[in-house]
C-alpha cells in the first residue's frame, strides 16, 4: 500500500503485501462483483514452525493468505492512478481511498498490469479509467455518488 505520492506508508513504515482478486459472485454475471484482499496469514507462519507435522513443509504453510476485505465492487471505484509506476486508486463509496502498487515477480510470463488495466476498463467507462497522472486530480473523481451513478452505467446495469 502506498499513499499518494507514491511512497510507501504503513504503522511500522514497512512495505506491506497485499493480494488482490476479484470473482464472480453469479455465473449469470458478465464482470466480477466482488474484490478480495488478502494478506499473508501470520498464525500459519507461527504455527508451521511449532509443528511437527509440518517441519519441513513450512514454506507451503508461510504461504498461506488470509481474507481481510470483502469488498462488493458496486461500492468500489477503482482508477489506474500512475501508469508509469503500476499504481492503482481504489476509492470506496465511504470516500476512503487506497493506492497499491502492483509487485511484478521477476518470472512473470505475461504483463500482469495490463490485466489489471483491462478489468480496470471492463468495470468503469473509459473517461473514468484513469485519475491522477492521466486524467483529473484525484479529489475531483466522483462527482455523482455511487448508487445513482449505478443506475447509468452499463456494466452494473448487465447484473440486474
Known amino acids: 500500500q502506498i499513499n499518494k505520492r507514491g511512497e510507501v506508508i504503513d504503522v511500522h513504515n514497512s512495505l506491506q503485501m497485499v493480494t488482490v482478486g476479484t470473482a464472480y459472485t453469479s455465473h ?21 514452525r511449532n509443528d511437527q507435522d509440518t517441519r519441513g513443509k513450512g514454506l507451503r504453510s508461510i504461504k498461506s493468505l ?15 492512478y500512475n501508469h508509469k509506476e503500476k499504481q492503482f486508486h481504489l476509492k470506496l463509496v465511504t470516500g476512503r481511498s487506497f493506492y497499491l ?6 518470472d512473470a510470463k505475461e504483463d500482469l498490469f495490463a490485466c489489471w488495466e483491462d478489468l480496470v476498463h471492463l468495470l468503469r467507462p473509459p473517461g473514468e479509467a484513469y ?28 447484473c440486474e
Open 28 to 48: 449469470n454475471l458478465t464482470i466480477p462483483g466482488i474484490m478480495l484482499l488478502a494478506q499473508p496469514a501470520v498464525s500459519c507462519a507461527v504455527r508451521a
Open 66 to 80: 488470509e481474507l481481510t476485505r470483502l469488498l462488493p465492487l458496486k461500492f468500489v471505484k477503482v482508477s489506474v
Open 101 to 106: 502498487q502492483l509487485w511484478v515477480p521477476p
Open 131 to 158: 485519475s491522477g497522472t492521466l486524467a483529473q486530480p484525484v479529489g475531483d473523481i466522483i462527482s455523482i455518488p455511487v448508487l445513482e451513478e449505478d443506475k447509468e452505467n452499463p456494466a452494473v446495469s448487465l
